[in-house]
């Protein structure tokens, strides 16, 4: 999954994409939302939160509601680890009732990684 983690001043932005549906006449069109927070310093520039170690976390919801993805990114907004799990992205799965099936985590270069059992239900309880 791309985003467009660029520097912007004072924003946070949210997207709203359209997801695949089954019947396109007549039923309405499920969203998706992405979220990207970004903090800033007293000087206007992205800086690192403390808590997640990233200064900037987006994140993918399906049209559920449910988190399904949270990634991390530094200053210059390439991806970065996430403080205390050592993730760079986290991707979480659901069945068809919406219930929390699984958590997959990614490095910095997007390869899948494993995870001691701890960082899974970690991972899992944040979602």
Same mark, same amino acid.
């Given at each position: ?13 949210? /997207? ?14 499920? /969203?998706?939302?992405?979220? #990207? ?7 206007? !520039?992205?800086? =690192? ?5 990233? %200064? ?8 559920? $509601?449910?988190?399904?993805?949270? %990634? ?5 907004? =390439?991806?970065? *680890?996430?403080?205390? #799990? ?6 979480? !799965? ?21 995870? $001691? ?5 970690? %991972? *899992? %309880?944040?979602?």
């Amino acid at each position: 999954m791309d985003y467009d983690v660029s520097p912007r001043q004072g924003r946070r932005s949210a /997207r709203a994409a359209a997801a695949p549906s089954q019947d396109q006449s007549n039923a309405p069109a499920r /969203r998706r939302v992405e979220v #990207l927070e970004t903090y800033f310093g007293a000087d206007g !520039r992205p800086v =690192k939160r403390k808590s997640t170690g990233a %200064a900037r976390v987006a994140r993918r919801y399906d049209e559920r $509601g449910n988190k399904i993805e949270e %990634a991390y990114f530094n200053a210059d907004g =390439k991806p970065t *680890l996430r403080k205390g #799990l050592g993730v760079a992205r986290i991707a979480w !799965r659901y069945d068809e009732r919406g219930r929390q099936i699984d958590a997959a985590f990614f490095d910095a270069a997007g390869e899948p990684i494993q995870k $001691g059992a701890a960082a899974r239900d970690r %991972a *899992l %309880a944040d979602a």
